[in-house]
Nanobody, 123 residues
């Protein structure tokens, strides 16, 4: 079992930055791939970024590539999402996810979810 708790969301103006954190409890954190998804009002949950457990390889949705950076600190069981140059279309609830050591971009295949943190970008 893995429990995930996100923090760091908030209200920011377009062009600004936010850093989300996700603290994980449970064993073998380093063996999990950690991912971020987001869900905007009226839209389906979508993949944002992932960092593969053992290799630390990162993947990004095209809409956030070059603006967002995912990283992890295995000593603190924490994954981060640094979001720069935010746009109003980035407004969503952001969810942390843990999956076995692979890349998963389909929400239905995710094993563990956090409760989500709201990010609102004003124009």
């Amino acid at each position: 079992q893995v429990q995930l708790v996100e923090s760091g969301g908030g209200l920011v103006q377009a062009g600004g930055s936010l850093r989300l954190s996700c603290a994980a409890s449970g064993r073998a954190f380093s063996r999990y791939s950690m991912e971020w998804f987001r869900q905007a009002p009226g839209k389906e949950r979508e993949f944002v970024a992932a960092i593969i457990g053992s290799a630390g390889i990162t993947y990004y949705a095209s809409s956030v590539k070059s603006r967002f950076t995912i990283s992890r600190d295995n000593t603190k069981n924490t994954v981060f999402l640094q979001m720069n140059t935010l746009k109003p279309e980035d407004t969503a609830v952001y969810y942390c996810a843990a999956v076995p050591d692979q890349l998963i971009t389909t929400p239905a295949q995710v094993d563990y979810w956090g409760q989500g943190t709201q990010v609102t970008v004003s124009s």
